[in-house]
């Protein structure tokens, strides 16, 4: 860990990502992702780096993919809608096992939205926005402090599994100011004889994401399920708080976490068993976060309509004992909001 | 005894999926010949498009990657950008190129990327089964025009070899085609001269292939070679639009 310092959430994910030896980066300016940009731009010189603002996030994405095919650690950052118009890349990433970094700063749409605090890409980035069966690995910080250290590790998992990573920001995470321990320098230690480098003293490499027949594409495709199993089975990552004692466990992420927090604190003040389960990987959901939790009633928060509560549905025995609270269009509730729903719900 | 001829080191012994009569074949042959004589097969890596020449990555022994499609030029950018000492080649159709991927390549001009940008144009869709493209010709009749290409509801065929000449990001432009022995070997000229530019760090260099597609065009071989002279040269004329000599280094 290096020195103590107080920074936006933005820049110092920024920091942090050069810190882990990405020397590339390709964006297009959206907010509110674009201190990270900037960031980079204003570092390049004095970091050796090589910063290009593309014409639009489609070429952005697809700059990444190049990057990452030599082997080299890359990153963009963008939001909603320019999210979006990366899917096409981030399916093809998927397919072709690149390693790149995306940081998706989520803002309300649907479209062009707002440009506040959301939750609304969930599906999006966990279901694997673009066309085809594939996954990417997602990690949702609720800190600056965290952002910087997850956005470390997204380079090391991306290069683990030769596989896209997405750090999920959001408006609230990536606006705020923090008193962050920033992270210290890394260097990339993975096997890159897959690498495009010029084929010099040895056989060369090919990468195509095109189908040669069923039988071949098949084959391919249960190869990557196979890749996404494992990653399953090794990536799940949260964080539970006062869960054994709870009758109440409230499942939140990302800001919506900072929120949960404190209205658990609220609701123990006032004498109610109330636990909190935090999901960092979205993708591979954390699944053993819910063991030994089955017959709890469960309050989902989320700043969307709706999205990851059907996770946890999918997780939990009783589906009827899951209810949701959500906001939209980039308001955020206060503890005090979600403690009133909790209250809501009695205890039983 | 010496030899005159023989097949390119390069290429992988995996059979071309292009049509008898097509000129994707030739270019590729060309593009092999050139790895060949100027040493490049170690120092390179080709990215392919998607469009007949899709599968092109398994004819050559060198490093490669197939892009999106239309993306090809944003995907080099990346490598490129990441190895600048590299040869770094992209070969794309006219669907892939004039189409869906206008911004990328037209972007790719405006920064000046240092790479070689090799462009087949036959005025049809080939792979997907000859739709019209943004470079079919007006009145030729295709899957999707099959009253011919009217300017009320499709405009005009797109020069791209004249509009990549006026970009100042663009160090080398020039139309050629392989309808006959002689313009084979300059068509392999001007390739050549596009690959050297690479390392001179003048931006992009840009060749355009005027290609016959017998199938797409619904042709005899013979015929479709005549098209390219009758129909195709007078809207895409050959020639040079900018000469690298024009252009300094950035």
């Known amino acids: 860990m290096g020195e103590k310092v107080f920074l936006q959430g933005n820049v110092a994910l920024a920091e942090s990502a050069i810190r882990a030896g990405c020397k ?29 603002q593309g014409e639009t996030e489609v070429a952005c994405f697809n700059m990444i993919a190049g990057t990452a095919a030599t082997g080299k650690r890359v990153m963009t950052a963008t939001a909603g809608p320019g999210f979006s118009l990366g899917q096409e890349a981030m399916s093809y990433m998927a397919a072709a096992g690149l390693p790149a970094v995306v940081v998706e700063v989520m803002r309300p749409g649907p479209a062009d939205g707002e440009i506040l605090a ?75 004889s897959w690498a495009l480098t010029g084929c010099a003293g040895r056989k060369h490499n090919v990468m195509t994401t095109c189908g040669d027949g069923a039988a071949q594409w098949e084959k391919y495709n249960l190869d990557l399920q196979e890749k996404f199993a494992k990653i399953k089975a090794n990536e799940e990552r949260w964080e539970n708080y006062q869960t054994e004692d709870a009758d109440i466990i409230l499942v939140a992420y990302g800001s919506m976490a900072r929120v949960a927090m404190g209205a658990m604190k609220l609701a123990r003040e006032a004498g109610l068993k109330v636990g909190l389960v935090r999901p960092i990987s979205l993708w591979p959901f954390p699944v053993k976060a819910f063991e030994g939790l089955g017959d709890k009633t469960f309050l989902v928060t989320e700043l969307s309509a709706g999205q990851m509560v059907e996770d946890v549905k999918l997780t939990v025995p009783h589906k009827e004992n899951v209810h949701f609270y959500g906001r939209l269009g980039g308001f955020v509730p206060s503890p005090k909001e979600i403690f009133e729903q909790i209250k809501k719900l009695g205890v039983k | 005894m010496k030899t005159i001829y023989k097949r390119p080191e390069v290429f992988t012994d995996v059979n071309t999926s292009y049509c008898g009569g097509c000129g994707h ?79 990328e390549i037209m972007h790719a001009a405006v920064r000046a990327e240092n790479f070689s940008v ?25 899957s999707t ?37 002689q313009r084979i070997t300059a068509t392999k000229k001007a390739l050549k001269k596009a690959f050297e530019l690479q ?19 619904g042709k005899k071989p013979i015929d479709a070679m005549k098209m390219v002279d009758e129909q195709l040269i007078p809207i895409y004329p050959l020639g040079a639009f900018k000469s690298p000599e024009e252009v300094p280094a950035k």
């Open chain 1, 24 to 52: 590339y980066f390709f964006g297009y300016p959206i907010t509110p992702s674009s201190e990270v940009p900037e960031y980079y731009a204003r570092k390049a010189q004095e970091e050796g780096l090589v910063f290009v």
């Open chain 1, 118 to 192: 959301s939750q609304g890409d969930y599906f999006q980035a966990v279901k694997g926005g673009g066309h085809g069966d594939y996954n990417t690995l997602v990690l949702a910080p609720c800190s600056v402090q965290e952002m910087c250290e997850l956005i470390q590790d997204c380079f090391e998992l991306a290069e683990k599994y030769r596989n896209p990573v997405i750090l999920l920001s959001d408006a609230l995470l990536a606006k705020m100011r923090e008193n962050v321990e920033l992270p210290g320098r890394k260097e990339q230690n993975c096997d890159l």
């Open chain 2, 25 to 103: 074949g030739i270019v590729n042959k060309l593009i092999a010949e050139l790895i060949d004589e100027m040493e490049l097969r170690e120092k390179g890596i080709l990215v392919w498009p998607i469009g007949c020449s899709v599968y092109a990555d398994k004819y050559y022994k060198m490093d490669a990657i197939c892009a999106l499609h239309g993306r090809a030029p944003a995907l080099a950018t990346g490598i490129k950008r990441s190895l600048p000492d590299k040869f770094v080649m992209v070969y794309q159709g006219d669907g892939d190129m004039v189409s869906e991927g206008m911004a």
């Open chain 2, 118 to 142: 090799i462009f087949i144009n036959n005025a049809i869709y080939g792979m997907t089964g000859g739709q019209m493209a943004p470079t079919t010709l007006l009145g030729q009749v295709t």
């Open chain 2, 145 to 181: 025009s099959p009253y011919g290409r009217a300017v009320a509801s499709s405009g005009y065929p797109v020069n791209m070899a004249e509009i990549m000449a006026n970009m100042p990001g663009v160090c080398y432009s020039e139309r050629v085609t392989v309808n006959t022995p």
């Open chain 2, 199 to 217: 390392f001179e760090n003048k931006g992009l260099s840009f060749v355009e292939v005027l290609s016959p597609c017998p199938t797409g065009w």
